[in-house]
């Protein structure tokens, strides 16, 4: 039994180890220790009070996976639903498909039954004019919108807040003790993203994938980039190659060196192996970055730190 995440689910640890200790499936781990996340006022990365596009609308993202079956599903751009994790495990689970986009998961969740919620908390808004819509450089909206992929003096402001807060997320691999494995990703996104602008979180292999035979890896940080290298899936690949889960991991990280990128990036990775080894990779040299696990006879996570990576060979390894 196995719960390995990013930090800031360590709020839903608790649940999650509960649903393993009592015989539940590793799926209903995932899902029950990212649901407090998506709910957690004060992360801004995640579901609820998550930062917004350059609209002020919060759209969210998230995938799960089943190691045993490989069945996904995944949900994007999705407005007014707290927990995108849960729509994404009923597409899984109910519709021959893996993933609703927008419109279409927002209208599954009503059928659901699910409850629709303001998704911008004050906080949120509060740090969103004071990031965006009061900028003195930009007047409006459409302005804002129209410059939003090419005008560098956006991508100057949107760097003012930082890299951890722009591209967080939170992911979790779990294994249960029928040695199932299951991993969930969700996100708000790249604050102050194009509106429609879907990141890696909910495509399967680019930031979760899952294989009850070889491993799983979920990604946060910079989506476009494991979308283009296709980062979860090669670290599963590459053990299914032969690779130790190190290796596999860190060769996925270096394959992101290749990529061209229009601004310093960061890139991090959880990975579990078929035995249950796990590792955190980032590409971050100027910051500790941690991930946290809990084992079946640890009575509390353990924060462990990242393996380094830097995108830029020169620097290290
Ligand atoms: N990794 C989350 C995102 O880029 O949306």
């Keep these: 039994m196995l719960l390995v995440a990013s930090t800031n689910a360590e709020l839903g640890f608790a649940a999650g180890m509960e649903i393993l200790h009592a015989g539940g499936s590793a799926l209903d781990a995932v899902e029950a220790v990212i649901r407090p996340v998506e709910s957690n006022p004060d992360d801004h990365s995640v579901g609820y009070s998550g930062l917004p596009n350059i609209l002020g609308q919060v759209e969210l993202d998230a995938s799960i996976m089943d190691g045993k079956t490989l069945a996904a599903g995944a949900v994007c751009a999705v407005k007014h639903y707290e927990h995108p994790i849960s729509i994404a495990r009923q597409v899984m689970e109910r519709l021959p498909h893996v993933m609703l986009a927008g419109a279409g998961a927002e209208r599954f969740a009503r059928e659901l039954g699910m409850k629709k919620k303001n998704l911008l908390s004050d906080t949120a808004r509060a740090i969103y004019e004071s990031n965006v819509s009061d900028s003195p450089r930009y007047n409006t909206m459409r302005e804002l919108v129209s410059r939003a992929t090419h005008d560098p003096e956006i991508a100057a402001s949107v760097d003012d807040y930082g890299d951890e807060k722009r591209f967080g997320t939170t992911n979790v ?145």
């Excluded at 394959?255 to 796990?278: E, S, W, Y």
Aim: hydrophobic residues 35%; contains cysteine; proline residues 6%.
């Design 173 to 317: 691999i779990a294994i249960d003790r029928a040695g199932n494995f299951a991993s969930g990703v969700s996100t708000s996104g790249w604050a102050w993203k194009y509106p429609g602008r879907v990141g890696d979180s909910p495509i399967i292999g680019a930031g979760n994938y899952c294989d009850n035979r070889y491993g799983a890896c979920a990604c946060t940080g910079y989506g476009e980039m494991a979308m283009r290298a296709n980062t979860a899936h090669s670290v599963v690949l590459y053990m299914k190659c032969g690779m130790r889960l190190s290796r596999a991991a860190g060769e996925a990280m270096r394959d992101l060196r290749a990529l061209t990128v229009p601004f310093p990036p960061g890139m991090n990775l959880i990975a579990v192996d078929a035995r249950g080894k796990h590792v955190g990779f980032t590409t971050e040299t100027d910051r500790v970055v941690e991930y946290v696990y809990q084992t079946e006879t640890m009575k509390t996570p353990r924060k462990k730190k990242r393996a380094v990576v830097p995108l830029s060979p020169q620097k290290g390894k």
